[in-house]
């Protein structure tokens, strides 16, 4: 099964940053242009054939939000 690759928008002291596996991809001015990358990356991702998924944070930190592109997996019952 293909690893879905996660990107986050988080708040930093230089404005706002989107990481994948805690390394930062790029650096924005506003939370909405981080927002707008994370989720472009994680679609671009799923359109390589792979998964993708966006996390996008708070000015605080906390998650507001994860969308996820691509086949998920399938429900068990549990």
Request: aromatic residues 4%; hydrophobic residues 30%; glycine residues 12%.
């Amino acid at each position: 099964m293909p690893k879905r690759s996660v990107f986050h928008s988080v708040p930093s002291k230089d404005g706002w940053k989107v990481t994948q596996s805690k390394q930062t991809i790029s650096t924005h001015e506003t939370q909405k242009a981080a927002e707008a990358a994370a989720i472009n990356a994680g679609r671009a991702a799923q359109g390589g054939g792979g998964l993708g998924q966006a996390v996008l944070h708070k000015s605080d930190g906390t998650i507001r939000e994860e969308r996820t592109y691509g086949a998920d997996p399938v429900k068990s019952k549990g």
